[in-house]
């Protein structure tokens, strides 16, 4: 699959259970190292479904792709030029474009984007936006946009340099939402309005702060990533779509928002870009994406991005209600101990008796860990 290999290097496979959208259930593969995310998501996904579950849905699945158009003398006219072939431009690249149009996909649009005066004078980009089907599609719009790059030159006379997809691909976003009843969130300490308050309270300090919304939007792709990566999606494509896309406005923002209804209960909704498939990549190549994707079961990739979009849903409540709750150390230190037990030696078998001594003296450290592995193989 890549380069100079030494060896392989695995990490958990996990499912997270308790999703019905669409009015459909699901087991979500998920990839990741980092502890609690599943439980978390399988956590979240179990109080959503009690009404039902989520509601999800994605754009048809077009991707953009540019062209950077150098050395113009008239931008106006070369803009005019490639407009008035715009047919014939998206017929060529049709042409070439393989089994993705005879699946009805392809060539849909042609954009122009002017920039002038930048550091290296003037320049054209020019989009091409193209349906890739089940395909996340970089490979197939790249070769696209160097196939039609003769003609583009030709039509408007300039020097073609970068040819690329842009991974803000914002015509492929995937939405989704949910409702939590009020009093399913009470609380040893607060009732269940309370918690819905602190949880919108948390939302929006995501909404108006970008030191927050980082954080926030992270845990959101904590769900996100793992599920991207063991479908053998990229998942860096799918971040770089995420992150760019929460900044659209100039400022940097949550990809959730959260608010509550008349009646007090709990509602959310997320929509980021999610240029994800079903074949093509690492799906292909993959015997370990190739089962996650079997398990999932999507029946395209618009599918998979909405249930994508879910789960980061489901993964945003759950750290969000541990924030505005216990605080989430609580949960996360058990896991925490678990590691620095397994990162001190200590036999799969003795972990969890190490564990408890660690929690049971209120210290979670790694020197303390060791202490007692050496202790208990002396006793040994
Ligand atoms: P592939 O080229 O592997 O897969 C797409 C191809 O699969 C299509 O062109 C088509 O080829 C075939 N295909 C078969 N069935 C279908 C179907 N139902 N729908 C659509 N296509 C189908 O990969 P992608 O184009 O998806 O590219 C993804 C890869 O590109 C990832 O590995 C990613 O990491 C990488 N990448 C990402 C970049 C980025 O994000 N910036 C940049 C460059 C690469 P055919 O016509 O032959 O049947």
Request: a negative charge; proline letters at 2%.
């Given at each position: 699959m890549i380069e100079n290999v030494i060896g392989r290097y695995s990490l958990p496979f996990a499912l997270a259970t308790n999703f019905r959208i669409n009015e459909r259930d699901y087991l979500i593969p998920m990839v990741i190292e980092e502890p609690s995310v599943v439980a978390a998501c399988s956590y979240a996904a179990k109080l959503f479904r009690k009404t039902g579950g989520f509601s999800a849905s994605s754009d048809e699945p077009v991707m953009i792709g540019q062209i950077q158009l150098l050395d113009l003398r008239d931008l106006a006219k070369a803009t005019e030029a490639i407009l008035s072939h715009r047919a014939d431009i998206l017929a060529e690249i049709n042409a070439g474009a393989g089994s993705i149009v005879e699946r009805g996909g392809g060539a849909r649009d042609l954009k122009i984007r002017k920039f002038e005066g930048s550091r290296i004078g003037n320049m054209l980009v020019i989009h091409l936006h193209f349906d890739t089907r089940d395909a996340m599609g970089a490979n197939a719009i790249n070769s696209a946009l160097e196939g039609i790059t003769p003609s583009i030159e030709r039509i408007s006379g300039g020097r073609a340099n970068l040819r690329i997809l842009s991974n803000l691909s914002d015509r492929r976003l995937a939405w989704a939402s949910g409702m939590i009843e009020a009093e399913t969130l009470v609380t040893?300490?607060?009732?269940?309005?309370?918690?819905?308050?602190?949880?919108?309270?948390?939302?929006?300090?995501?909404?108006?702060?970008?030191?927050?919304?980082?954080?926030?939007?992270?845990?959101?792709?904590?769900?996100?990533?793992?599920?991207?990566?063991?479908?053998?999606?990229?998942?860096?494509?799918?971040?770089?779509?995420?992150?760019?896309?929460?900044?659209?406005?100039?400022?940097?923002?949550?990809?959730?928002?959260?608010?509550?209804?008349?009646?007090?209960?709990?509602?959310?909704r997320i929509e980021l870009p999610l240029a994800a498939g079903i074949v093509g990549g690492a799906t292909r190549a993959h015997r370990g994406a190739q089962a996650a994707v079997r398990i999932l079961s999507p029946r395209s990739a618009?599918?998979?991005?909405?249930?994508?979009?879910?789960?980061?849903?489901?993964?945003?409540?759950?750290?969000?209600r541990a924030l505005a709750t216990d605080?989430?150390?609580?949960?996360?230190?058990?896991?925490?101990?678990?590691?620095?037990?397994?990162?001190?030696?200590?036999?799969?078998?003795d972990v969890p008796g190490i564990v408890q001594r660690m929690i049971d003296a209120g210290s979670i450290r790694l020197a303390y860990a060791k202490e007692i592995v050496k202790e208990r193989k002396q006793g040994s």
């Open positions: 040893e300490g607060a009732p269940g309005v309370k918690v819905v308050d602190a949880i919108i309270e948390a939302a929006v300090l995501a909404e108006i702060d970008p030191y927050r919304a980082a954080t926030h939007n992270k845990g959101i792709m904590n769900g996100i990533d793992a599920m991207i990566m063991a479908t053998g999606n990229d998942w860096r494509a799918v971040e770089a779509g995420a992150h760019a896309y929460a900044s659209r406005d100039g400022q940097y923002t949550s990809l959730t928002r959260w608010w509550k209804d008349e009646d007090g209960n709990l509602h959310g618009r599918e998979l991005a909405s249930v994508a979009a879910a789960v980061g849903l489901a993964q945003n409540f759950a750290a969000i605080g989430i150390q609580r949960g996360h230190m058990r896991m925490h101990a678990r590691q620095l037990a397994l990162a001190a030696g200590a036999a799969a078998e």
